[in-house]
């Protein structure tokens, strides 16, 4: 009914992401989530992360320490053996702007809608719809034409379960 997993990750990590050259640091995540399975029907997850690393290249353009969290909430509802739904809330802190490139609180909200074929349960089709919020104005404009502070998505996916 209750699951509670802790883990933790810790390596080398070059200052900037994605190069092979260049200073490196030590970078750290804790990664705590938690799993209320309340009926066969409806689950309840939170989910927080906190990281870190040494030596980083912040957006300032100063090489210092980076940090960054995030918390996560999830409600999941099996309707039946063909349809679910999922709503989603997260709150992410990149102090600094170190992972995305902006010192920035973001949040968003995302509903999910889940359909897995009669006729095959190993594919599952989704849509759903996200908005993202910023306490600054980081999301770029479809023209170009400075920012905004907010972003709005939708998506349809496909999944394969293989095995």
Do not use: C, H
């Not at 909430?73 to 679910?84: P, T, V």
């Not at 190993?122 to 910023?134: G, L, P, Q, Y």
């Amino acid at each position: 009914m209750f699951t509670l997993a802790l883990t933790g990750y810790n390596g080398e990590q070059r200052i900037v992401d994605r190069t092979s050259e260049g200073l490196i640091g030590s970078r750290t995540l804790i990664d705590v989530l938690a799993t209320l399975t309340a009926t066969e029907k409806l689950s309840l997850i939170l989910n927080y992360d906190y990281a870190w690393q040494s030596r980083a290249q912040l957006a300032d353009g100063n090489v210092g320490r980076a940090k960054w969290n995030g918390a996560a909430g999830y409600i999941n509802y099996k309707f039946n053996d063909l349809w679910r739904a999922s709503l989603r809330g997260e709150i992410f802190d990149d102090n600094g702007g170190f992972r995305t490139g902006v010192d920035q609180r973001w949040k968003e909200v995302t509903f999910t809608v889940a359909y897995i074929p009669y006729f095959n349960d190993k594919i599952e089709i989704r849509a759903e719809v996200r908005r993202d919020f910023s306490n600054v104005a980081s999301f770029a404009n479809k023209n170009n034409s400075g920012s905004r502070d907010y972003q709005q998505s939708f998506a349809v996916e496909a999944f394969y379960r293989f095995g």
